[in-house]
């Protein structure tokens, strides 16, 4: 457990960031640090876990928001990723490029935005691609490690999505590749990056699903215990998950902002309590749509 110091603002929200409504119900409590089978016996701050009943948007609220971004994202490359997650396989983001061929008109001078840079294999992708790539990434450290490894100053900006400036109608794809969910206003972050992009341009975004099995049984167990604990997000430690979304957060967010859903995928990379799921387990998950992320492309109207 990390135990330094960090100073939070708890801010209420009295709407639904990404449908704007203003119904929602109480899950339960999410602790400050991992909360494991006895939370009770676990030392740190409580937030209120609620889900929106128009769109299924699960979120804190109050959202806990540090002082200093720094105290929850500025962490040495070399602490944040193993020396062997370092090296980009060169198919890294190949099938997600695929798709977004498939989907979209091939042009000439096409240009992508990768937002939360991180080490740069998406940017990677994009300029295997054909597609000129720029970046945005926040982190001082990230964005140092990636300038060697060849980018140019003039297409990665150490800067955040609130802080950068593009011209209207600019790009052809924007992505938010595992970074949505730690936004603190995704809508207005939406907002932004379809201004950037031309008319039928492509947004695509990876975020954890708000219906995940492992989830779903570990509030159970706790409902078991008689503990108003849940598992969902993690605003308060790693790996700051402040959102979790459902198909129609989107379609009811496509409305607000005039885009449509292109295409949308339900994916689990790997399960933390089950290392190695059992054909059952894939099955249920399959079954019941209670797979860990989803992948949406959005398509600009227009
Ligand atoms: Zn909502």
């Known amino acids: 457990m990390d135990k330094k110091e960090i100073t939070y603002r708890f801010v209420y929200a009295e709407r639904c960031n990404m449908c704007g409504r203003n119904d929602f119900k109480v899950l339960g409590k999410r602790l400050s ?32 928001i540090p002082h200093r971004m720094a105290d929850h994202y500025e962490v040495a ?15 890294y983001f190949q099938q997600e490029m695929d798709t977004f061929k498939a989907i979209y008109p091939a042009r000439v001078g096409m240009r992508g935005l990768d937002i939360g840079t991180g080490l740069g294999g998406v ?11 720029y970046g945005l990434e926040p982190s001082k450290s990230f964005y140092d490690y990636a300038l060697t490894r060849g980018f140019a100053d003039d297409r990665l900006f150490n800067q955040s999505l609130e802080e950068a400036s593009f011209p209207d109608s600019f790009f052809d794809l924007i992505l938010f590749s595992a970074v949505f969910e730690h936004l603190y206003d995704p809508n207005q972050a939406l907002v932004s990056a379809l201004r950037w992009l031309k008319p ?18 570990a509030n159970l167990f706790y409902r078991f215990k008689g503990l108003d604990y849940v598992s969902n997000i993690s605003p308060m430690h790693a790996p700051f998950h402040l959102y979790e979304f459902g198909k129609e957060t989107f379609e009811e ?42 992948t949406l492309w959005l398509r600009k109207n227009g």
Not at 38 to 55: A, E, L, S
Not at 85 to 91: A, C, F, N, S, V
Not at 200 to 217: A, C, D, E, T
């Open 33 to 64: 640090q991992h909360q494991g089978r006895n939370p009770r016996q676990k030392m740190g701050i409580t937030t209120t876990v609620v889900q929106c009943r128009t769109c299924g948007l699960i979120f804190a609220n109050p959202l806990p």
């Open 253 to 294: 967010n496509a409305r607000l902002n005039d885009y449509s859903i292109a295409q949308f995928d339900f994916w689990t990379t790997h399960d933390y309590v089950f290392a190695k799921p059992s054909p059952v387990i894939k099955k249920i998950t399959k079954l019941t749509r209670t797979d860990m992320n989803m």
């Open 77 to 91: 490359v070399d602490q944040y990723f193993g020396e062997h997650l370092k090296e980009i396989p060169e198919t």
């Open 123 to 133: 940017m990677k992708a994009l300029v295997r691609n054909d597609v000129d790539a």
């Open 200 to 217: 039928g341009g492509l947004v695509y975004i990876s975020v954890p699903s708000n219906r995940i099995l492992v989830q779903l049984l």
